[in-house]
Protein backbone atom coordinates (compact mmCIF):
# COMPACT_ATOMS: atom_id res chain seq x y z
CA UNK A 1 0.00 0.00 0.00
CA UNK A 2 1.18 3.58 -0.95
CA UNK A 3 2.25 5.50 1.98
CA UNK A 4 -0.06 8.25 2.19
CA UNK A 5 1.58 11.88 1.48
CA UNK A 6 2.51 14.23 4.58
CA UNK A 7 0.26 17.12 4.94
CA UNK A 8 2.02 20.43 3.71
CA UNK A 9 1.53 23.60 6.33
CA UNK A 10 1.53 27.06 5.37
CA UNK A 11 4.85 29.27 6.11
CA UNK A 12 4.56 32.94 7.61
CA UNK A 13 7.99 33.46 6.41
CA UNK A 14 11.10 32.03 4.79
CA UNK A 15 14.70 32.45 4.80
CA UNK A 16 16.08 31.86 2.19
CA UNK A 17 19.59 31.06 3.21
CA UNK A 18 22.02 31.48 -0.01
CA UNK A 19 20.62 34.95 0.30
CA UNK A 20 20.60 35.35 3.44
CA UNK A 21 17.19 36.97 2.97
CA UNK A 22 13.69 36.78 4.68
CA UNK A 23 10.47 36.37 2.53
CA UNK A 24 6.77 36.73 3.31
CA UNK A 25 3.81 36.36 1.07
CA UNK A 26 3.34 39.70 -0.74
CA UNK A 27 6.85 39.71 -1.11
CA UNK A 28 8.07 40.67 -4.73
CA UNK A 29 10.87 38.47 -5.93
CA UNK A 30 13.44 37.66 -8.59
CA UNK A 31 14.01 34.06 -9.88
CA UNK A 32 16.92 32.43 -11.37
CA UNK A 33 15.61 31.57 -15.47
CA UNK A 34 16.06 27.98 -16.40
CA UNK A 35 17.85 29.50 -19.19
CA UNK A 36 21.02 31.43 -17.66
CA UNK A 37 21.54 34.13 -20.42
CA UNK A 38 18.02 35.60 -19.43
CA UNK A 39 17.67 38.32 -17.19
CA UNK A 40 16.13 36.64 -13.64
CA UNK A 41 12.13 36.17 -13.84
CA UNK A 42 10.26 38.85 -11.32
CA UNK A 43 7.22 37.32 -9.32
CA UNK A 44 5.37 38.20 -6.66
CA UNK A 45 5.04 35.45 -3.37
CA UNK A 46 1.58 34.41 -2.74
CA UNK A 47 2.04 31.54 -0.47
CA UNK A 48 4.60 29.79 1.35
CA UNK A 49 4.57 26.03 2.00
CA UNK A 50 6.85 23.19 3.41
CA UNK A 51 6.49 19.81 4.19
CA UNK A 52 5.27 18.53 8.12
CA UNK A 53 9.55 19.20 9.11
CA UNK A 54 9.53 22.40 7.41
CA UNK A 55 12.04 21.46 4.57
CA UNK A 56 11.15 21.05 0.93
CA UNK A 57 10.03 24.92 0.89
CA UNK A 58 7.89 26.06 -2.30
CA UNK A 59 6.44 29.02 -3.31
CA UNK A 60 3.46 29.98 -4.90
CA UNK A 61 4.28 32.79 -7.41
CA UNK A 62 1.99 34.68 -9.57
CA UNK A 63 4.56 36.00 -12.69
CA UNK A 64 4.93 39.32 -14.25
CA UNK A 65 6.18 39.46 -17.77
CA UNK A 66 8.37 41.59 -18.92
CA UNK A 67 7.39 43.20 -22.18
CA UNK A 68 8.97 41.46 -24.53
CA UNK A 69 8.06 38.13 -22.77
CA UNK A 70 4.32 39.31 -24.07
CA UNK A 71 2.12 38.33 -26.96
CA UNK A 72 2.46 41.63 -28.42
CA UNK A 73 6.51 42.50 -27.83
CA UNK A 74 8.20 45.22 -26.46
CA UNK A 75 6.96 48.57 -27.35
CA UNK A 76 8.10 52.44 -27.78
CA UNK A 77 6.36 53.49 -24.49
CA UNK A 78 7.72 50.31 -22.21
CA UNK A 79 10.03 51.46 -19.67
CA UNK A 80 12.81 49.77 -19.35
CA UNK A 81 11.80 48.71 -15.78
CA UNK A 82 8.20 48.12 -17.31
CA UNK A 83 6.71 44.77 -15.78
CA UNK A 84 2.34 43.52 -16.34
CA UNK A 85 1.43 41.38 -13.64
CA UNK A 86 -0.25 38.36 -15.29
CA UNK A 87 -2.71 35.38 -14.37
CA UNK A 88 0.36 33.34 -14.75
CA UNK A 89 0.65 31.30 -11.66
CA UNK A 90 2.97 28.48 -10.51
CA UNK A 91 5.03 26.65 -7.93
CA UNK A 92 8.25 27.23 -7.51
CA UNK A 93 10.94 25.65 -4.97
CA UNK A 94 12.15 28.84 -2.70
CA UNK A 95 16.07 28.04 -3.11
CA UNK A 96 15.17 29.27 -6.77
CA UNK A 97 14.91 32.86 -5.11
CA UNK A 98 17.60 35.55 -6.39
CA UNK A 99 16.52 38.64 -4.22
CA UNK A 100 13.84 40.42 -3.13
CA UNK A 101 12.63 43.82 -5.29
CA UNK A 102 10.33 45.94 -5.62
CA UNK A 103 7.48 46.36 -7.96
CA UNK A 104 5.79 49.73 -7.83
CA UNK A 105 2.81 51.82 -9.05
CA UNK A 106 3.53 53.87 -12.11
CA UNK A 107 2.92 57.03 -9.94
CA UNK A 108 5.25 55.61 -7.24
CA UNK A 109 7.58 54.49 -9.40
CA UNK A 110 7.78 58.38 -11.52
CA UNK A 111 8.05 59.84 -8.04
CA UNK A 112 11.16 58.26 -7.29
CA UNK A 113 14.28 60.10 -6.32
CA UNK A 114 16.68 57.27 -7.82
CA UNK A 115 15.99 53.73 -9.57
CA UNK A 116 17.72 50.95 -8.10
CA UNK A 117 18.46 47.59 -9.87
CA UNK A 118 16.11 46.01 -7.86
CA UNK A 119 13.23 48.49 -8.92
CA UNK A 120 10.35 47.84 -11.35
CA UNK A 121 6.63 49.09 -12.19
CA UNK A 122 3.92 47.91 -13.08
CA UNK A 123 0.67 49.93 -14.78
CA UNK A 124 -1.13 46.82 -16.25
CA UNK A 125 -2.52 43.38 -15.81
CA UNK A 126 -2.04 41.19 -18.46
CA UNK A 127 -3.87 38.01 -19.79
CA UNK A 128 -1.44 35.48 -21.05
CA UNK A 129 -3.84 33.55 -22.72
CA UNK A 130 -5.23 36.24 -25.23
CA UNK A 131 -2.60 39.33 -24.90
CA UNK A 132 -4.84 41.74 -23.27
CA UNK A 133 -4.41 44.29 -21.25
CA UNK A 134 -6.40 45.73 -18.27
CA UNK A 135 -6.87 48.34 -18.05
CA UNK A 136 -6.95 48.51 -22.37
CA UNK A 137 -6.12 52.24 -22.36
CA UNK A 138 -4.46 55.27 -20.84
CA UNK A 139 -3.36 58.44 -21.26
CA UNK A 140 -1.70 59.24 -24.55
CA UNK A 141 0.63 62.39 -25.12
CA UNK A 142 2.23 64.31 -27.53
CA UNK A 143 2.05 64.83 -31.13
CA UNK A 144 2.71 60.83 -31.35
CA UNK A 145 -0.09 60.31 -29.29
CA UNK A 146 1.97 57.48 -27.30
CA UNK A 147 1.77 56.88 -23.88
CA UNK A 148 4.42 57.91 -21.02
CA UNK A 149 7.40 56.19 -21.01
CA UNK A 150 9.11 57.10 -17.73
CA UNK A 151 12.95 56.74 -19.26
CA UNK A 152 11.96 59.52 -21.94
CA UNK A 153 12.51 62.93 -21.34
CA UNK A 154 9.39 65.30 -22.18
CA UNK A 155 8.75 68.86 -21.80
CA UNK A 156 5.33 70.67 -21.00
CA UNK A 157 3.61 73.44 -22.79
CA UNK A 158 2.24 76.15 -19.90
CA UNK A 159 -0.63 76.80 -22.72
CA UNK A 160 -2.14 73.26 -22.93
CA UNK A 161 -0.53 71.26 -20.22
CA UNK A 162 0.05 68.38 -22.92
CA UNK A 163 3.55 66.94 -22.70
CA UNK A 164 6.25 66.25 -25.50
CA UNK A 165 9.08 64.34 -26.74
CA UNK A 166 12.15 66.92 -27.96
CA UNK A 167 12.46 64.86 -31.00
CA UNK A 168 8.66 65.12 -31.59
CA UNK A 169 8.91 69.46 -31.28
CA UNK A 170 12.31 69.39 -33.49
CA UNK A 171 14.46 69.74 -30.63
CA UNK A 172 17.59 68.17 -28.88
CA UNK A 173 17.31 66.91 -24.95
CA UNK A 174 20.40 69.72 -23.98
CA UNK A 175 17.82 71.70 -25.47
CA UNK A 176 14.67 70.44 -23.69
CA UNK A 177 16.81 70.86 -20.51
CA UNK A 178 17.51 74.63 -20.82
CA UNK A 179 13.99 75.26 -21.48
CA UNK A 180 12.70 77.97 -19.13
CA UNK A 181 9.44 78.29 -20.13
CA UNK A 182 7.91 76.17 -23.51
CA UNK A 183 4.80 76.53 -25.34
CA UNK A 184 3.37 74.13 -28.25
CA UNK A 185 2.52 75.06 -31.42
CA UNK A 186 -0.94 75.31 -30.97
CA UNK A 187 -0.10 77.57 -27.92
CA UNK A 188 2.76 79.39 -28.97
CA UNK A 189 1.38 82.78 -29.82
CA UNK A 190 -1.32 83.05 -27.04
CA UNK A 191 1.61 82.17 -24.79
CA UNK A 192 4.12 84.67 -26.26
CA UNK A 193 1.76 87.69 -24.77
CA UNK A 194 0.80 86.18 -21.68
CA UNK A 195 5.03 85.80 -21.05
CA UNK A 196 5.13 89.22 -22.50
CA UNK A 197 2.89 90.45 -19.85
CA UNK A 198 4.08 88.90 -17.08
CA UNK A 199 7.60 88.91 -17.00
CA UNK A 200 7.88 89.75 -13.18
CA UNK A 201 5.32 87.02 -12.09
CA UNK A 202 6.67 83.64 -10.89
CA UNK A 203 4.79 80.53 -11.61
CA UNK A 204 3.63 78.35 -8.93
CA UNK A 205 6.28 75.24 -8.66
CA UNK A 206 4.28 72.93 -8.71
CA UNK A 207 2.14 74.27 -12.16
CA UNK A 208 5.30 73.16 -14.03
CA UNK A 209 7.48 70.04 -13.60
CA UNK A 210 10.85 70.53 -14.67
CA UNK A 211 11.86 68.75 -17.78
CA UNK A 212 14.75 67.16 -15.68
CA UNK A 213 12.58 65.29 -13.38
CA UNK A 214 11.34 63.27 -15.89
CA UNK A 215 14.54 61.44 -16.55
CA UNK A 216 15.13 58.36 -14.44
Not at 67 to 87: A, C, N, T, W, Y
Not at 184 to 211: F, I, M, P, V, Y
Request: aromatic share 10%; charged share 30%.
Amino acid sequence: MAKPKAPRRTLDSYTVKHINKTVRAGDCVLMRPSDQSKPSYVAKIERIEADGRGANVKVHVRWYYRPEESIGGRRQFHGSKEVFLSDHYDVQSADTIEGKCMVHSFKSYTKLDAVGNDDFFCRFEYNSSTGAFNPDRVAVYCKCEMPYNPDDLMVQCEGCSDWFHPGCINMNAEEAKRLDHFFCENCSSEGQKKLQNSHATSRHADTKKDAGDMLS
